[in-house]
């Protein structure tokens, strides 16, 4: 297994308020993807890095922000939270080529009240 | 306009038959990879298989096989001799040239009945 570890996993919190999101890899992988999974929409991509300081965005960006300081770490901040940005938030990573699969986390489960 | 069509919401096996998970896809290059994956209950997301657009032959990985049809732009997904743990959701994903996001589609819900 891909070592990917997503914090919390878990998280209650109120309308307004901040949320940040971390995923640790330990792979040294160069690319590391945020993904949201709503019923009924799949899995879209919200952002994505492809290396230290280097991001770019999603289909679904609005309301969200990423840094990306180390290989290993990639933060995902809702700046002000809202209650549509209640959703299940996968974290994944891949390395440089075509064929290569994305591996994904265990997932946090949000709840935005 | 979708890039990854899934247009089996939920399906029913029986267990020990053979089932066909449909996916077809939208691109205009050449080079593109189609990947499965399959979420149990339990969350994770698990890579089942790989096919890329200029392999000869389709992909199989144990009970798992890709039935792909380039002219048409499909990619089923086909499970052989299912089983009771093959109950999940599946989906089908497509990465175009480089190593771009990938792009998901819907999903079948798989249900697999003894």
């Known amino acids: 297994d891909a070592g990917i570890t997503q914090s919390p996993r878990h998280k209650v919190t109120e309308t307004g308020t901040p949320v940040t999101l971390r995923c640790h890899q330990t792979?040294?992988?160069?690319?590391m993807y945020w993904y949201r999974q709503d019923p009924g929409h799949g899995l879209r991509l919200i952002h994505y890095s492809y290396g230290v300081k280097d991001t770019d965005k999603g289909e679904v960006s609005d309301g969200y922000s990423v840094s990306r300081s180390k290989t290993e770490d990639f933060l995902l901040t809702l700046e002000s939270a809202t209650s549509s940005q209640t959703s299940v938030y996968f974290c994944a990573i891949s390395e440089y080529s075509d064929e290569e699969t994305q591996y994904f986390g265990p997932g946090t489960r949000l709840l935005v009240l | 306009a979708q890039k990854i069509t899934q247009t089996q919401p939920g399906m029913f096996v029986q267990e020990k038959e053979a089932v066909t998970l449909d996916c077809t896809y939208d691109?205009?290059?050449?080079?593109?990879?189609l990947f499965w994956y399959k979420q149990p209950s339990s969350g994770e997301m698990i890579f089942l298989i790989y096919?890329?657009?200029?392999?000869?032959q389709n992909a199989t990985e144990g009970r798992y096989s890709l039935n792909f049809q380039k002219a048409r732009k499909s990619a089923n997904l086909v499970i052989s001799a299912s089983q009771l743990g093959d109950s999940a959701m599946y989906f089908c994903a497509m990465r175009e040239r480089g190593n771009t996001p990938l792009v998901f589609g819907k999903g079948t819900r798989l249900s697999v009945i003894a």
């Open positions: 792979e040294n992988h160069r690319y």
């Open positions: 096919q890329g657009s200029y392999d000869q």
């Open positions: 691109t205009s290059d050449p080079s593109y990879g």
